[in-house]
Each structure stands twice: as structure tokens, then as C-alpha cells.
């Protein structure tokens, strides 16, 4: 059993920044590859980045140069930097594994980037 519980969300204006959190329950990350995910209203669930085991990062398109994943496998907690928020960012933001193991997904942390 592994609870992740995501954090830092919050109402930013565009242009400003966040970092999110995932804690996990256990240490899994030296073992499993991990994702940021996030759904906007009416919209699919979509992968925005991942960090695999090895420390190599991927990000979607729409992220890319804005966001940056990273890990700390001693706290058991990945980080979502985002800078240079825009509005199309909004979205609850959700960590899991890389693919997602369905039981791991917890309430996600809500960003909203409006003025």
C-alpha cells in the first residue's frame, strides 16, 4: 500500500509560479518512475511530466520550458516547479506512477491561474 498526497496548489496570477508536492507513504521512488498529471474541467486526464528512476525527465509540449520535475528519494516527495503560469494551466494536479497504478491516486491540489 502507497498513499501519495499532493500540495501546494493555490490561486496564482499569469505569470507567477508554484511548486507542488507528492509525499508518498513509503519510499518508492528509487523504484518507480513518477508522474505529475492534471485535469481541467470537462477535459482528459493528461501526463504533464514524469521523472523515472534513473533521474531522466520527459514533459508534455504544453509544459515544456515552464515546468520542472524533480525528486527527492530521501523526503519520498516529487516536486512540480512551475513557472510562467497561464491561464490553460488551471487544473487539479495530481501525482503517480509512470503508468498509473490506479489505487495510488489521491485528491490532487488545485491550481488556478486567473487575473
Known amino acids: 500500500q502507497v498513499q501519495l498526497v499532493e500540495s501546494g496548489g493555490g490561486l496564482v496570477q499569469p505569470g507567477g509560479s508554484l511548486r507542488l508536492s507528492c509525499a508518498a507513504s513509503?519510499?518508492?521512488?528509487?523504484?518507480?518512475?513518477m508522474g505529475w498529471y492534471r485535469q481541467a474541467p470537462g477535459k482528459q486526464r493528461e501526463l504533464v511530466a514524469r521523472?523515472?528512476?534513473?533521474?531522466?525527465?520527459n514533459y508534455a509540449d504544453s509544459v515544456k520550458g515552464r515546468f520542472t520535475i524533480s525528486r527527492d528519494n530521501a523526503k519520498n516527495t516529487v516536486y512540480l516547479q512551475m513557472n510562467s503560469l497561464k491561464p490553460e494551466d488551471t487544473a487539479v494536479y495530481y501525482c503517480?506512477?509512470?503508468?498509473?497504478?490506479?489505487?495510488?491516486w489521491g485528491q490532487g491540489t488545485q491550481v488556478t491561474v486567473s487575473s
Open positions: 503517480n506512477t509512470d503508468p498509473p497504478i490506479a489505487g495510488y
Open positions: 521523472i523515472y528512476s534513473s533521474g531522466s525527465t
Open positions: 513509503r519510499s518508492i521512488f528509487s523504484i518507480l518512475a
